[in-house]
């Protein structure tokens, strides 16, 4: 059996700020052609990580399953990490 590239994928993401303080966890659904900036607040910190400067400071997590969004607005100086969980369907469940 082949995944299909349009597949949801289902994140549990975590921030932690500086200080202690934790934002999350929020649950978060992507597929291909729609759904909110998941993989692209991963993306965007890992850039900061490695030097770049942040150009975008606010994302939308869409969450299909209770059909509501969270939107983050964060300045990365003040993020320790990002825990992207994602939840990934076994090989033998069709749905």
């Known amino acids: 059996m082949t995944t299909q590239e349009n597949n949801l994928t289902n994140h549990e993401v ?3 700020l ?3 303080a934790v934002l999350g966890p929020f649950n978060a659904t992507w ?3 729609s759904g909110g900036d998941v993989r692209e607040l991963v993306r ?3 850039a900061f990580l490695q ?3 942040q150009s975008r400071f606010k994302f939308h997590l ?3 399953y209770t059909n509501t969004v969270q939107t983050l607005i964060l300045n990365f100086e003040q993020v320790t ?3 992207d969980h994602v939840r990934l369907r076994s090989r033998n469940n069709d749905t």
Do not use: N, V
Request: charge should be negative; proline fraction near 0%.
């Open 14 to 16: 975590t921030i932690c």
């Open 18 to 20: 500086a200080g202690g």
């Open 31 to 33: 597929t291909r052609d």
């Open 44 to 46: 965007q910190y890992d």
């Open 51 to 53: 030097g770049e400067k």
């Open 62 to 64: 869409h969450d299909t």
């Open 81 to 83: 990490g990002i825990c």
